[in-house]
């Protein structure tokens, strides 16, 4: 059974004559006569009377057009989603997040489903950068926001975007003495006891941190590395230390116990600096990976 056949049999039954129907499609009366003829074989019932000049349902076709109607709709459906896949508007996208999870992150996500509402976004756990590398070599996950600059591997076939700036920032309670200050220079941070963010999560995170001290003749006590920030802001709660961290690594809006002041260079510029960037497999056929990339790059 064609489905160019059903389409036939529909206009007839809803009203149109022979000749009316084969003009709509483009076809000869004869040939149209035929494809009725056959679909009436294939169901082993007669679907017109051919007593009068116009053809009239017979009972079982009676029965048969809303089936047949039903059947061209879920064809048609089929067909939009099909095509919805194609485009990538239907497609479904798999972001990973490294090291950049405030509320940036989320109103990126958000900018994203607005714009492709039809598409599903799956954002998956937390990644540390060796695993998101893996990760989108292999094609688990389509792209990911993490920080730029730093040594990932896979540059032959990675392709990224910078779509945020992204600094040092001190996590310290709020009657900490330092809390006060619109910005704390890298000097006064000599007495202090840190927290750094886990080597693997972020390489060369902790050793540009800690040559950047140096070169100001700042030594400081690492007292603890984390790889949950849970963890991490429950030990400056306890005021066993500050913390130093990423701005795009915060989440807002967080505990009225703690506040977060920018770390800067003895002349008041940035400690360091990078951009959180968009990363992909330039190899990924995910059809909704452009949409995805041109839309971002078109917003920053």
């Not at 479904?92 to 490294?98: A, Q, S």
């Amino acid at each position: 059974m064609k489905i160019q056949t059903l389409r036939y049999f529909v206009a007839i039954a809803e009203g149109k004559t022979v000749h009316e129907a084969a003009a709509e499609f483009y076809i000869t009366q004869p040939a149209l006569s035929r494809s009725i003829q056959k679909l009436e074989e294939e169901l082993g019932i007669r679907l017109f009377e051919r007593s009068t000049m116009n053809l009239q349902l017979t009972p079982q076709g009676k029965v048969i057009l809303p089936i047949a109607k039903q059947i061209l709709y879920l064809m048609e459906d089929m067909h939009s989603v099909e095509q919805g896949f194609e485009s990538g508007y239907n497609s479904i996208i798999t972001i990973g997040c490294c090291g950049c999870e405030n509320s940036s992150f989320y109103d990126l996500i958000r900018k994203i489903h607005l714009k492709y509402p039809e598409m599903q976004i799956n954002t998956p756990k937390y990644y540390s950068i060796s695993d998101m590398v893996k990760k989108l070599l292999s094609r688990e996950i389509d792209c990911c926001f993490t920080h730029n600059g730093y040594r990932y591997g896979g540059d032959e076939v990675l392709d990224h975007y910078p779509v945020q700036e992204s600094h040092l920032q001190v996590v310290l309670t709020r009657d900490h003495p330092l809390a006060s200050q619109s910005a704390i220079p890298i000097t006064a941070m000599k007495d202090e006891r840190i927290f750094l963010w886990e080597r693997g999560m972020l390489p060369d995170y902790n050793e540009k941190f800690m040559k950047g001290c140096w070169k100001n003749a700042v030594y400081p006590q690492i007292v603890g590395e984390f790889a949950n920030k849970q963890e991490l802001f429950a030990k400056v709660a306890a005021g066993a230390g500050i913390a130093v961290l990423h701005s795009t690594e915060i989440y807002l809006p967080c505990s009225e116990s703690f506040c977060f002041v920018d770390l800067v260079k003895p002349d008041g510029t940035y400690f360091f600096s990078n951009h959180i960037s968009l990363f992909w497999n330039r190899g990924n056929n995910n059809p909704a990976l452009p949409l995805v990339t041109k839309l971002l790059q078109k917003s920053m």
